[in-house]
C-alpha cells in the first residue's frame, strides 16, 4: 500500500516538473556576485514609441523598411548594500548582418522624434510590457 502511494506520487512529481520544464521562460536571468541581470523576451515592431521622464512621447523607427525594431527589458539588481557604478556604453552592444559589417547600438534621444498624440497601444510602459 505504502508502495504504490509513493510510486503514484513520484509520478505526479515527475509529471509536475515535465510540465514546468516544457516552455522557454519569459525571464532569463544571471547573477553575479555583486549583481543580478534580468531580461524579458524582445518585444519585435515596426516602430517602438515610448514616454520619456518629462512626460514627452518619442517614435523610433528604423533606419530603412527592410529592418525591424526589437526592444528588450532589462532589469539590473544589486542585491548588496554597496552602491555600485553602471555604465551603459553604446559600443558595448553590437549587432552583425551577413556581410560581417558591425552596426553599433543607436541612441534613442537622438534618433527619435517627439510626437504630440501617440497611439497609446504600441507605448512600451517601463515594466517592458505592450498595452493593448
Do not use: W
Request: proline residues 6%; contains cysteine.
Amino acid at each position: 500500500m505504502v508502495g504504490k502511494r509513493c510510486v503514484a506520487l513520484l509520478m505526479a512529481l515527475m509529471a509536475l516538473a515535465i510540465l514546468g520544464c516544457s516552455s522557454d521562460p519569459d525571464v532569463v536571468g544571471v547573477r553575479g556576485r555583486s549583481i543580478e541581470i534580468h531580461a524579458k523576451r524582445p518585444v519585435v515592431a515596426e516602430k517602438l514609441t515610448y514616454q520619456a521622464p518629462g512626460n514627452e512621447f518619442y517614435v523610433f523607427r528604423p533606419k530603412a523598411s527592410n529592418r525591424q525594431m526589437a526592444a528588450v527589458c532589462v532589469t539590473v539588481v544589486n542585491r548588496t548594500s554597496t552602491v555600485m557604478p553602471l555604465e551603459i556604453n553604446p559600443e558595448a552592444a553590437r549587432l552583425g548582418n551577413r556581410r560581417g559589417e558591425r552596426i553599433p547600438a543607436s541612441d534613442p534621444f537622438e534618433r527619435s522624434a517627439i510626437v504630440e498624440a501617440t497611439d497609446e497601444a504600441s507605448v512600451l510602459r517601463d515594466t517592458g510590457d505592450e498595452e493593448d
